[in-house]
């Protein structure tokens, strides 16, 4: 199947696709990022999802049962292979265990999307910013107080992905910088005392 | 397959499980009302989905591979039949057309999660209720106009689903009610004018 795969190449903040006219199949990125979004009518944007080399995305369209509400557009200028939704319909038919991968991958689309759903309706802009330095902070040799996160993606769409504005975000890192828990360098956010961040989450 | 159904009956109110200890099947609705919630642990809720007869969940635990947030509630007293995943994952190795049927089942989701945020994260609450009326609304007689709404579950399930408090929905009927829009009659909502409310929802 995958020599029926069409290589596609977007530019530097080009869409790949808008909201309404759905993907023509499934994309699964070799090299950039595609931010994956939402946008109202007013222009108010949120980020849904920053997908990675390896990553896939446009699965929910495979059976065009609706139209999805969200526009892919590369971040930096991205390299993809397109399976076209008819390539992988047929395919399923003949390999009926691709089914299953798919499924698989439907899965866990609808876990993360759940999970985007629970920090938007229920978590406010301090949990919010302490629950992404949390997930995302690898720890510093041994320790288990001190992390470093990597912002993968610029600051307004770490922010745009938390529901937040950028000045709400910056103001929360502020925040924890002027607690002392945290050490913004450019891309890099030096995290002091992951517990102490852990306990202000739940409370 | 369907001789290894289990039958399930949840008593009103009554869980059927909790968040973190994931449903050990699909369920489909034969008779009742679920409600599918999220829940924080200020003890906040939000509804993300009411399931109602003939309408399945727990679709995506099939692979277990991560814990959704999610509760399911009776609303009333109701009969479902449970698909264990343990029969689901050896009936698609028997029946693979039958991974197609869940493939489908899960991009539906997908996409009605994908709504659901853009409702939470880019609607306010004036356009939420002014959705909802449109999308519900059935029309009374060969009218383009006139729509009635029939609130299938009750007034605070119907705000939690749309992420609003109780007092707000409240307030958002009561407003419209004194623009002459609609009148609220129990478990009906008459809508004078869908015209007016599709112009108030674009601005």
Redesign the interface.
């Known amino acids: 199947m995958l020599q029926d795969a069409r290589p596609v190449t977007v530019p530097r903040l080009e869409r790949l696709f808008e909201a309404g006219n759905l993907p023509a199949g499934v994309f699964c990125l070799k090299a950039g990022s595609i931010r994956i979004g939402?946008?109202?009518?007013?222009g108010?944007?949120?980020t849904?999802d920053v997908v990675l080399p390896g990553g896939t995305f446009g699965?929910?369209?495979?059976?065009k049962?609706?139209?999805?509400?969200?526009y892919a557009q590369a971040l930096i200028q991205s390299d993809l292979l397109c399976i076209s939704n008819e390539t992988i319909l047929t395919g399923?038919q003949q390999w009926?265990?691709m089914?299953?991968v798919?499924?698989?991958l439907?899965?866990?689309?609808?876990?993360q999307?759940?999970?985007?759903?629970?920090v938007?309706?229920?978590?406010n802009a301090h949990q919010r910013v302490n629950d992404f330095l949390l997930k995302n902070a690898q720890p510093v040799g041994g320790s288990r107080i001190q992390g470093i996160v990597s912002l993968l993606v610029s600051k307004s769409v770490v922010a745009s992905s938390l529901?937040l504005t950028p000045e709400t975000f910056s103001r929360e890192l502020h925040s924890l910088s002027d607690q002392g828990l945290i050490k913004v360098e450019r891309a890099l956010i030096h995290v002091y005392d992951l517990e102490k961040l852990r306990r202000q989450g739940?409370a």
Chains 1, 2 share one sequence.
Do not use: K, Q, W
Request: net charge negative.
């Open positions: 939402i946008v109202a009518d007013s108010h944007e949120r849904i699965e929910a369209s495979i059976f049962s609706s139209e999805a509400p969200v399923i009926p265990e089914a299953t798919f499924l698989e439907a899965c866990t689309r609808i876990n999307l759940l999970a985007g759903m629970y938007c309706c229920l978590r529901n739940i």
